[in-house]
Nanobody
Framework: QVQLVESGGGLVQAGGSLRLSCASS????????MGWFRQVPGTEREFVAS????????YYADSVKGRVTISRDNAKNTVYLQMNSLKPEDTAVYYC?????????????????WGQGIQVTVSS
């Protein structure tokens, strides 16, 4: 079982930056495709970024492309989401996810394990 814990969220002004972290206390994350999703209450969970298990491929939603970078530090068993030039529309609960069925994913069903989510609020 993979247990994921997000950290690094909070309140930031528009134009600012945040780095979200996703750590696992269980299995090594280097074996999994990793992803970040976000959700606003009353809407569906939205893909943000993903990283293949090999680390060789990354994918980003058009809404965040150029402002967000997903990366992993295998030594720390942690995956990061660096978010720059934040906008009020980036406000959401952000979820970390790990998948073992596919080399990489952009859809929620392609991931097997989820963190509890962390709030990111961008003020205008």
């Amino acid at each position: 079982q993979v247990q994921l814990v997000e950290s690094g969220g909070g309140l930031v002004q528009a134009g600012g930056s945040l780095r979200l972290s996703c750590a696992s206390s269980g299995r090594t994350l280097s074996r999994y495709a990793m992803g970040w999703f976000r959700q606003v209450p009353g809407t569906e969970r939205e893909f943000v970024a993903s990283l293949s298990w090999s680390g060789g491929s990354t994918y980003y939603a058009d809404s965040v492309k150029g402002r967000v970078t997903i990366s992993r530090d295998n030594a720390k068993n942690t995956v990061y989401l660096q978010m720059n030039s934040l906008k009020p529309e980036d406000t959401a609960v952000y979820y970390c996810a790990a998948g073992e069925k596919y080399a990489v994913g952009t859809e929620a069903y392609e991931f097997d394990y989820w963190g509890q989510g962390i709030q990111v609020t961008v003020s205008s």
